[in-house]
């Protein structure tokens, strides 16, 4: 069964202090992995597209890399600005239909 | 840019009554999809179209209607709402088809109880 996974549900960091969130996927097909962002009563803003392992991209303080099983989205000396829900997605298949699951996300909190 | 609009933000229904959620999009894109946000739970598709005229099932589509008579409008229809359908409902598009793996753009929900 095709599954995605986010860790931790929950982080508490304080301003400064350098962290990362995971993304761990069992998929068929994997077409691309996408890191979201999301505020309170919005919806989610993209953030980046990883299409195999191995790859990196980076904006601001965050990094997101991928491996064959997993995706990490580093955060560097984070501000309280940075304080959301961090949603990872995944697309998977072949077909027509290929399907977009995303994980549960992580509550990412910076104190100041 | 106006982007995904959803309304309405928010709405109030009682068991067994009918509703529909607006979804507009001034990007031209052809996917767009329907998800419900329950805590805990993560976003689940309920519903998607790959363009005018043409509308799939995803996860969780009992309960949903949808239809796609124009590329910039999708609508979701609650047939009789559940307690079970209280949740946060998100619209988005993306340039991309099912086989494009382009990013997803959201709307901002809306925010539906059912009593």
């Known amino acids: 069964e095709d599954q995605v996974t986010q860790s931790p549900e929950a982080l508490r960091l304080q301003e400064g202090e350098s962290s990362s969130l995971n993304c761990s996927y069992t998929?068929?097909?994997?077409?691309?992995l996408f890191w979201y962002r999301q505020d309170p009563g919005k919806g989610p803003e993209f953030l980046f597209t990883?299409?195999?392992a191995g790859e990196e991209k980076e904006k601001e303080r965050l990094k997101a890399t991928l491996t064959k099983k997993e995706s990490f989205l580093h955060i560097t000396a984070p501000k309280p600005e940075d304080s959301a829900t961090y949603l990872c997605?995944?697309?998977?298949?072949?077909?027509?239909?290929?399907?977009?699951?995303f994980g549960s996300g992580t509550r990412l909190s910076i104190r100041p | 840019n106006a982007g995904v609009t959803q309304t309405p933000k928010f709405q109030v229904l009682k068991t067994g009554q009918s509703m529909t959620l607006q979804c507009a999009q001034d990007?031209?894109?052809?996917?767009m999809s329907w998800y419900r946000q329950d805590p805990g739970m993560g976003l689940r598709l309920i519903h998607y179209?790959?363009?005018?005229?043409?509308?799939d099932q995803g996860e969780v589509p009992n309960g949903y209607n949808v239809s796609r008579s124009t590329t910039e409008d999708f609508p979701l229809r609650l047939l009789s709402a559940a307690p079970s359908q209280t949740s946060v409902y998100f619209c988005?598009?993306?340039?991309?088809?099912?086989?494009?793996?382009?990013?997803?753009?959201f709307g901002d929900g809306t925010r539906l109880s059912i009593l």
């Open positions: 990007m031209n894109h052809e996917y």
């Open positions: 990883l299409y195999s």
């Open positions: 997605a995944v697309q998977a298949g072949y077909s027509s239909a290929s399907k977009i699951i």
């Open positions: 988005a598009s993306s340039s991309g088809t099912g086989y494009s793996n382009q990013p997803q753009h």
């Open positions: 998929v068929s097909g994997l077409r691309g």
């Open positions: 179209s790959v363009g005018a005229g043409i509308t």
